[in-house]
């Protein structure tokens, strides 16, 4: 049996066990049923945020935005191209600062756009500014 990896449901906040080989092959959360990997940029709130940083296994990279902020919102489409092409190798998560101002404080957001890229509990790289996607999934590759 392969390696289970701990990937956290974005709806409900349920920590699961898949399997690694069955990640890009419709996983669901086995409390509300929403597929784990969709290859979508998914908005999420400060503590699914906490807890999928905390203890996914799988790279979780996150934009910081806002939508007041010209350069988040041009960024945002090539964001969403860049969760297509990782899919099953990474989770791409929006994060608006504007609702949840904490997080600014919790992760030393300076600037925005900022992507933040964690594995294992920990933040292995940082990016600012709007990229275009095929940096963003080179960054990606090379942070994780």
């Known amino acids: 049996m392969a390696q289970a990896m701990k990937v956290t449901c974005l709806d409900c906040g349920q920590v699961n066990r898949v399997p690694a080989d069955k990640l890009d092959a419709g996983a669901k959360c086995g409390t509300c049923g929403t597929k784990l990997i969709s290859g979508k940029a998914v908005e999420v709130d400060f503590a699914t945020l906490q807890k999928a940083a905390r203890n996914d296994d799988l790279p979780l990279v996150v934009d910081f935005w806002a939508p007041w902020c ?35 404080a919790k992760y030393g957001i300076r600037g925005i756009p900022t992507m933040a890229a964690f594995k294992g509990g920990r933040e292995k790289a ?15 590759k090379g942070a994780v």
């Open 70 to 104: 010209g350069p988040c919102r041009q960024m945002a489409p090539e964001f969403s191209k860049a969760a297509g092409e990782l899919n099953g190798k990474a989770r791409l998560v929006k994060l608006n600062t504007e609702d949840h101002p904490q997080s600014g």
């Open 126 to 140: 940082r990016q600012s500014g709007a990229m275009p996607a095929a940096s963003i999934v080179n960054w990606i």
